[in-house]
Protein backbone atom coordinates (compact mmCIF):
# COMPACT_ATOMS: atom_id res chain seq x y z
CA UNK A 1 0.00 0.00 0.00
CA UNK A 2 0.47 4.00 -0.12
CA UNK A 3 2.22 3.67 -3.46
CA UNK A 4 3.05 7.39 -5.41
CA UNK A 5 3.89 7.32 -9.06
CA UNK A 6 5.10 10.00 -11.22
CA UNK A 7 5.39 10.33 -14.86
CA UNK A 8 7.42 10.57 -16.89
CA UNK A 9 10.37 9.40 -15.20
CA UNK A 10 12.59 10.72 -17.28
CA UNK A 11 12.46 14.37 -19.67
CA UNK A 12 15.10 16.15 -22.14
CA UNK A 13 13.58 19.24 -23.15
CA UNK A 14 14.61 22.14 -25.14
CA UNK A 15 15.18 25.81 -23.23
CA UNK A 16 12.07 28.04 -23.65
CA UNK A 17 10.07 25.02 -23.32
CA UNK A 18 7.40 24.04 -20.75
CA UNK A 19 7.27 20.47 -18.95
CA UNK A 20 4.63 18.89 -16.85
CA UNK A 21 4.84 16.34 -14.49
CA UNK A 22 2.33 14.13 -12.94
CA UNK A 23 2.60 12.88 -9.06
CA UNK A 24 -0.44 10.51 -8.65
CA UNK A 25 -1.08 8.38 -5.12
CA UNK A 26 -1.96 4.89 -6.62
CA UNK A 27 -3.94 3.27 -3.41
CA UNK A 28 -4.54 6.30 -1.03
CA UNK A 29 -6.47 9.43 -1.58
CA UNK A 30 -3.90 12.45 -0.93
CA UNK A 31 -5.70 15.54 -0.05
CA UNK A 32 -1.82 16.95 0.65
CA UNK A 33 1.09 16.55 -2.04
CA UNK A 34 4.43 18.39 -1.16
CA UNK A 35 6.76 19.25 -4.56
CA UNK A 36 11.11 18.80 -3.81
CA UNK A 37 13.72 19.38 -6.16
CA UNK A 38 17.29 17.67 -5.46
CA UNK A 39 20.52 18.27 -6.56
CA UNK A 40 23.13 15.95 -6.74
CA UNK A 41 24.41 14.77 -3.48
CA UNK A 42 22.44 16.68 -1.97
CA UNK A 43 19.17 16.65 0.24
CA UNK A 44 15.30 17.00 -0.45
CA UNK A 45 14.39 20.38 -0.80
CA UNK A 46 10.93 21.32 -0.59
CA UNK A 47 9.38 23.70 -3.35
CA UNK A 48 5.68 23.46 -2.58
CA UNK A 49 2.62 22.06 -0.59
CA UNK A 50 -0.24 21.15 -2.86
CA UNK A 51 -3.69 20.97 -1.38
CA UNK A 52 -6.22 19.63 -3.22
CA UNK A 53 -9.02 22.20 -4.47
CA UNK A 54 -6.83 25.09 -3.53
CA UNK A 55 -3.51 26.88 -4.24
CA UNK A 56 -0.36 26.00 -3.38
CA UNK A 57 2.05 27.24 -1.45
CA UNK A 58 4.99 28.18 -2.61
CA UNK A 59 8.59 28.18 -0.17
CA UNK A 60 10.25 31.48 0.00
CA UNK A 61 12.69 31.94 -3.21
CA UNK A 62 10.31 29.14 -5.77
CA UNK A 63 8.96 31.51 -8.21
CA UNK A 64 4.91 30.34 -8.59
CA UNK A 65 4.75 31.48 -11.53
CA UNK A 66 7.61 29.64 -13.11
CA UNK A 67 6.40 26.20 -11.14
CA UNK A 68 3.16 25.99 -11.17
CA UNK A 69 1.22 23.42 -9.47
CA UNK A 70 -2.38 21.93 -9.58
CA UNK A 71 -3.94 19.82 -7.47
CA UNK A 72 -6.58 18.92 -9.17
CA UNK A 73 -8.28 15.09 -7.24
CA UNK A 74 -6.97 13.80 -4.15
CA UNK A 75 -5.03 11.19 -6.51
CA UNK A 76 -3.00 13.71 -8.76
CA UNK A 77 -1.18 16.60 -8.62
CA UNK A 78 0.97 18.34 -11.00
CA UNK A 79 3.74 20.38 -11.87
CA UNK A 80 4.75 22.36 -14.65
CA UNK A 81 8.19 23.53 -15.63
CA UNK A 82 7.35 26.91 -17.50
CA UNK A 83 9.86 28.38 -19.97
CA UNK A 84 12.88 25.90 -18.70
CA UNK A 85 16.11 26.66 -18.51
CA UNK A 86 19.28 24.57 -18.32
CA UNK A 87 19.56 25.89 -14.81
CA UNK A 88 15.93 24.03 -13.99
CA UNK A 89 17.86 20.66 -14.71
CA UNK A 90 17.22 19.05 -11.57
CA UNK A 91 15.30 15.59 -10.11
CA UNK A 92 11.95 16.51 -9.41
CA UNK A 93 10.19 14.23 -6.25
CA UNK A 94 6.61 14.33 -5.46
CA UNK A 95 5.08 13.37 -1.79
CA UNK A 96 1.91 12.54 -0.87
CA UNK A 97 0.85 12.58 2.80
CA UNK A 98 -1.28 9.65 4.10
CA UNK A 99 -3.86 10.49 6.44
CA UNK A 100 -3.44 13.48 8.53
CA UNK A 101 -0.69 12.01 10.87
CA UNK A 102 2.41 13.16 8.88
CA UNK A 103 3.64 10.16 6.80
CA UNK A 104 4.91 11.02 3.32
CA UNK A 105 5.52 8.48 0.76
CA UNK A 106 7.92 9.23 -2.25
CA UNK A 107 7.10 9.50 -5.91
CA UNK A 108 10.27 7.45 -7.96
CA UNK A 109 11.25 11.11 -8.82
CA UNK A 110 11.36 12.40 -12.37
CA UNK A 111 15.06 13.53 -13.70
CA UNK A 112 14.64 16.67 -15.96
CA UNK A 113 17.42 17.92 -18.30
CA UNK A 114 16.94 21.38 -20.31
CA UNK A 115 18.89 21.48 -23.18
CA UNK B 1 19.09 27.69 10.84
CA UNK B 2 19.01 24.20 10.23
CA UNK B 3 15.75 22.55 11.64
CA UNK B 4 17.58 19.16 11.63
CA UNK B 5 21.59 18.32 11.75
CA UNK B 6 22.59 15.03 10.29
CA UNK B 7 25.69 13.03 10.97
CA UNK B 8 27.84 11.59 10.12
CA UNK B 9 27.84 12.47 6.23
CA UNK B 10 29.45 9.52 4.65
CA UNK B 11 29.80 5.87 6.54
CA UNK B 12 31.82 2.67 5.73
CA UNK B 13 30.63 -0.33 7.67
CA UNK B 14 31.60 -3.79 7.32
CA UNK B 15 28.80 -6.78 6.32
CA UNK B 16 27.48 -8.03 9.36
CA UNK B 17 27.98 -4.90 11.31
CA UNK B 18 26.35 -2.03 12.98
CA UNK B 19 25.68 1.15 11.32
CA UNK B 20 24.79 4.21 13.15
CA UNK B 21 23.64 7.63 12.08
CA UNK B 22 22.60 10.59 14.28
CA UNK B 23 20.11 13.49 13.66
CA UNK B 24 19.55 16.32 16.33
CA UNK B 25 16.64 18.93 15.84
CA UNK B 26 15.56 21.87 16.79
CA UNK B 27 11.89 22.58 16.90
CA UNK B 28 10.45 20.60 20.27
CA UNK B 29 7.08 20.97 18.36
CA UNK B 30 7.75 18.28 15.88
CA UNK B 31 5.97 15.70 16.44
CA UNK B 32 6.84 12.78 14.00
CA UNK B 33 10.66 11.55 12.93
CA UNK B 34 10.65 8.88 9.74
CA UNK B 35 13.97 7.79 8.39
CA UNK B 36 14.04 7.18 4.59
CA UNK B 37 16.58 5.45 2.21
CA UNK B 38 17.14 6.58 -1.16
CA UNK B 39 19.04 4.66 -3.91
CA UNK B 40 20.49 6.40 -6.63
CA UNK B 41 17.91 7.69 -9.67
CA UNK B 42 15.11 6.68 -7.14
CA UNK B 43 12.52 8.55 -4.64
CA UNK B 44 13.35 7.88 -0.93
CA UNK B 45 11.37 5.27 0.55
CA UNK B 46 10.06 5.42 4.28
CA UNK B 47 12.41 2.90 6.32
CA UNK B 48 10.85 3.54 9.80
CA UNK B 49 9.54 6.37 11.98
CA UNK B 50 8.72 7.42 15.65
CA UNK B 51 6.45 9.35 17.81
CA UNK B 52 7.99 11.43 20.59
CA UNK B 53 5.86 8.98 23.10
CA UNK B 54 7.86 5.90 22.50
CA UNK B 55 12.05 5.95 23.11
CA UNK B 56 12.73 3.32 20.87
CA UNK B 57 10.87 1.17 17.70
CA UNK B 58 12.53 -2.09 16.12
CA UNK B 59 11.32 -2.95 12.63
CA UNK B 60 13.68 -6.04 11.96
CA UNK B 61 17.03 -4.59 11.37
CA UNK B 62 16.08 -1.24 12.20
CA UNK B 63 15.88 0.23 15.33
CA UNK B 64 15.07 4.27 16.11
CA UNK B 65 16.00 5.08 19.44
CA UNK B 66 14.91 8.68 20.40
CA UNK B 67 15.79 11.14 23.59
CA UNK B 68 13.31 13.44 23.95
CA UNK B 69 15.49 15.11 26.54
CA UNK B 70 18.05 15.60 23.75
CA UNK B 71 16.14 16.50 21.11
CA UNK B 72 18.12 13.76 19.52
CA UNK B 73 17.13 10.29 17.56
CA UNK B 74 19.32 7.48 15.62
CA UNK B 75 19.07 4.86 13.15
CA UNK B 76 20.75 1.72 13.81
CA UNK B 77 20.86 -1.08 10.92
CA UNK B 78 22.07 -3.92 12.61
CA UNK B 79 23.88 -6.79 10.66
CA UNK B 80 24.75 -4.63 8.41
CA UNK B 81 24.47 -5.82 4.65
CA UNK B 82 25.91 -4.98 1.13
CA UNK B 83 22.27 -4.28 -0.36
CA UNK B 84 21.83 -1.33 2.80
CA UNK B 85 24.38 1.16 0.25
CA UNK B 86 22.27 3.89 0.15
CA UNK B 87 21.86 7.31 1.20
CA UNK B 88 19.59 7.95 4.36
CA UNK B 89 18.11 11.01 5.44
CA UNK B 90 16.65 11.92 8.57
CA UNK B 91 13.24 14.04 8.96
CA UNK B 92 11.40 15.92 11.88
CA UNK B 93 7.66 16.64 10.88
CA UNK B 94 5.82 19.48 11.99
CA UNK B 95 3.59 22.83 10.69
CA UNK B 96 2.62 20.55 7.78
CA UNK B 97 6.27 20.23 6.57
CA UNK B 98 8.92 17.90 6.70
CA UNK B 99 12.58 19.00 7.50
CA UNK B 100 15.06 16.50 6.14
CA UNK B 101 18.60 15.94 7.34
CA UNK B 102 21.27 16.24 5.12
CA UNK B 103 21.92 12.74 4.27
CA UNK B 104 24.49 10.26 4.99
CA UNK B 105 25.79 7.93 3.11
CA UNK B 106 26.56 4.46 3.84
CA UNK B 107 28.72 2.07 1.93
CA UNK B 108 28.55 -1.82 3.16
CA UNK B 109 31.76 -3.49 2.45
CA UNK B 110 31.27 -7.08 1.82
Known amino acids: GAVVSQHPSWVICKSGTSVKIECRSLDFQATTMFWYRQFPKQSLMLMATSNEGSKATYEQGVEKDKFLINHASLTLSTLTVTSAHPEDSSFYICSAELGGGGTQYFGPGTRLTVL | QQQVKQSPQSLIVQKGGISIINCAYENTAFDYFPWYQQFPGKGPALLIA?????SEKKEGRFTISFNKSAKQFSLHIMDSQPGDSATYFCAASGFNKFYFGSGTKLNVKP
Open chain 2, 50 to 54: IRPDV
